[in-house]
Nanobody, 127 residues
């Protein structure tokens, strides 16, 4: 049974930091590119960033570049999203996802390329 379980969300003030974690089980985690997406209320799900299976390539949406960092620990089957200098517009439910293709050369921003999804964790940033 595949499970992706996010944790670490919460309510913070603008300028604060949070680190989200996503623990995976039931998949070949070390062969999967992992992505983080978010969905704000009333908006479509958007790509936040992704990290290739071997850690050699990252991709971020422009609005989080320089503030968010994705990392992974393949020994723990866990991917992280470090979020610094949070802004109210970062408020959303954050999801981790695993790409369907193994050992992908690319980090896709297309949610359709991701086969497995977590249940999401709420991040709320107050002004």
């Amino acid at each position: 049974q595949v499970q992706l379980v996010e944790s670490g969300g919460g309510l913070v003030q603008a300028g604060d930091s949070l680190r989200l974690s996503c623990a995976a089980s039931g998949i070949s985690f070390s062969s999967r590119t992992m992505g983080w997406f978010r969905q704000a209320s009333g908006k479509e799900r958007e790509f936040v960033g992704g990290l290739r299976w071997n850690g050699g390539l990252t991709s971020y949406t422009d609005s989080v570049k320089g503030r968010f960092t994705i990392s992974r620990d393949n020994a723990k089957n866990t991917v992280y999203l470090q979020m610094n200098s949070l802004k109210p517009e970062d408020t959303a439910v954050y999801y981790c996802a695993a790409m369907g293709v193994i050992v992908s050369r690319f980090v896709s921003s297309d949610p359709n390329e991701y086969e497995y999804w977590g249940q999401g964790t709420q991040v709320t940033v107050s002004s």
